[in-house]
């Protein structure tokens, strides 16, 4: 997959977390999309070198897939851990 597919893939990926996560974030849209964006790099990378499975050229695999989310989740609560009591509510 290209840069842009793997841009797509955590955009999408970032929906998928809010929605499994629902709450207030303190970077809101923007800031969960971001964190989406990196969680898909950062959810590939950790399943092609710590687990062995190798990402796939395809746009439609499931492990592709579950790998971002989970990637964009693991980032979206360590980034509520770290950043969550700096916006007033």
Same mark, same amino acid.
């Given at each position: ?6 841009i ?15 709450? *207030? &974030?303190?970077?809101? +849209?923007?800031?969960?999309t ?6 898909? +790099? ?9 687990? &062995? *499975?190798?990402?796939?050229? &395809? +746009?439609? &695999? ?17 980034? *509520?851990?770290? +950043?969550?009591?700096? #916006?007033? #509510?």
């Amino acid at each position: 997959m290209g840069i842009i597919s793997w841009i797509i893939l955590g955009l999408l990926a970032g929906i998928v977390a809010k929605v499994l996560l629902p709450g *207030r &974030d303190p970077g809101g +849209f923007i800031g969960t999309t971001v964190i989406g964006i990196a969680g898909a +790099f950062v959810g590939g990378w950790i399943s092609a070198h710590w687990l &062995d *499975r190798p990402i796939t050229k &395809d +746009f439609y &695999d499931g492990a592709t897939w579950v790998s971002a989310i989970g990637g964009a989740l693991v980032l979206l609560i360590a980034y *509520r851990i770290l +950043f969550g009591h700096s #916006r007033s #509510r």
